[in-house]
């Protein structure tokens, strides 16, 4: 456990980092309990002792699909009550959130923490093509191409339509 003197770095950029290293740390759970990602923003101690500000960030500021309130940041998504995952892009969020902050800055956050912001592209990669492969709706694309193979689609649609008057 490294004590990082990093006392300009914003509290969400906290936030996210801890979330990000439960994540990365647990690769199987899906998503971690608010106390979870505040005993581990505790942990890390990148700002020193932790600042009071890290619990309502994780229950409410850095929450994508909560009101802003007044945080407008994307960092976190809740996926139950109590639990919270890291924000992906096509995950819902509230419309007054539009165009908010989803990582941190490199520049933003210890060197140390940097490599979290490639392996977050890479997990919010293998997450868009797992839930491509496993949508029962996106599985069905292409799969009436061959109803159409012979014939045009107005022909075809004509010919279904033979004796309905």
Request: one cysteine or more; hydrophobic letters at 35%.
């Amino acid at each position: 456990m490294t004590t990082h003197a990093i006392t300009r770095i914003k509290v969400a950029d906290e936030v996210w980092i801890a979330t990000a290293l439960l994540h990365r740390e647990n690769p199987a759970q899906p998503d971690f309990s608010v106390k979870e990602i505040v005993d581990r923003v505790s942990q890390e101690k990148i700002a020193g002792a932790i600042r009071p500000g890290v619990y309502v960030h994780v229950v409410q500021h850095c929450v994508a699909n909560r009101p802003p309130n007044p945080g407008p940041y994307r960092m976190l998504l809740e996926t139950d009550y109590g639990r919270r995952r890291l924000f992906r892009k096509g995950d819902q969020y509230h419309p007054a959130r539009e165009g908010s902050k989803i990582t941190p800055s490199p520049e933003a956050i210890p060197s140390d923490y940097a490599g979290l912001l490639e392996w977050y592209r890479d997990w919010c990669n293998a997450a868009n093509k797992s839930s491509r492969a496993t949508d029962p709706l996106l599985s069905l694309s292409g799969s009436g191409k061959q109803l159409w193979a012979d014939e045009h689609a107005d022909a075809y649609i004509r010919r279904l339509r033979e004796g309905w008057e």
